[in-house]
């Protein structure tokens, strides 16, 4: 894989599992994801500028079960990505280094992206089905 | 460097490093952050609004001034972000220098492309009557 010279620092399987590790991975993992979703967003927009026809076929192609299971993890990932974002902001100012509060953000970055995915799609599905 | 060269080695180096530029992207991808709380959100609760809109009532949604302003402001600030971020992965884990660049540069034509489009979109949606 790498062709450099210089030494790598030890592998993931190296450390015990911890949960701000994990949120951190994920965090990279969702922004990854996040960025290849902006595809949605452009498509929405060039089929809405495009005409009723096309719209109506963007409005299939993501109101179908696939499409929902895709907006579904990129709903959740957005939320996820939002919440422990702000978390890195706060401590990009300095706050919440003690470790046990750094854990503690840490779940509630999960915690919130879980209500938040939760309580849109609760939205969504009452509001009368598919989009 | 020889005994005989007398140039500081400063000459050299000059340029090489990222002094003065280095938290330029760090910055940048903070601001764009911030301004992705805001307008992140305001994008999800305008699609939300818009859950069972028809075609007719979607386009006048975003013809409407301040959410055509507000839709090119997150797609703008969303690609900008998402170049930031995804150039610091690749970095981080494509160790072949020619592999690194071609991603790297590819990133960003992919992410200008979409932006692009995306601003094209909105403004034919807002300057069709």
């Given at each position: 894989m790498a062709d450099t010279q210089r030494p790598l620092s030890p592998h993931l399987q190296i450390y015990k599992r911890q949960v701000q590790m994990m949120t951190s991975i994920v965090h990279r993992a969702t922004g990854i994801a996040l960025a290849v979703g902006s595809v949605v967003v452009v498509a929405g927009l060039l089929h809405l500028a495009a005409g009723e026809d096309s719209f109506d076929h963007f409005r299939g192609i993501i109101g179908s079960p696939v499409g929902m299971i895709l907006l579904f993890g990129w709903s959740w990932a957005l939320f996820y990505h939002l919440c422990n974002g702000i978390r890195h902001l706060i401590q990009d100012a300095g706050?919440?280094?003690a470790i046990p509060q750094f854990v503690r953000s840490s779940w509630l970055s999960i915690a919130g992206s879980i209500v938040l995915t939760v309580l849109v799609w609760a939205y969504v599905l009452t509001a009368g089905g598919a989009a | 460097m020889t005994a005989r060269d007398l140039r500081n080695p400063l000459k050299t180096a000059?340029?090489?490093?990222?002094?003065?530029?280095?938290v330029g992207h760090w910055w940048t991808q903070r601001v764009t952050a911030a301004a992705l709380v805001l307008l992140g959100v305001w994008f999800v609760a305008t699609v939300l609004c818009l859950l069972h809109a028809d075609y007719a009532t979607a386009h006048a949604a975003v013809a409407r001034p301040w959410n055509a302003l507000l839709l090119i402001a997150f797609v703008l600030t969303m690609f900008w972000h998402a170049v930031l971020g995804l150039q610091v992965v690749v970095e981080d884990y494509v160790h072949t220098r020619w592999k690194e660049v071609v991603l790297l540069v590819a990133i960003k034509f992919l992410a200008v492309l979409g932006a692009l489009a995306s601003v094209l979109a909105v403004l034919r949606i807002a300057l069709t009557p």
């Open positions: 706050a919440g280094y | 000059r340029g090489l490093g990222s002094s003065h530029s280095g």
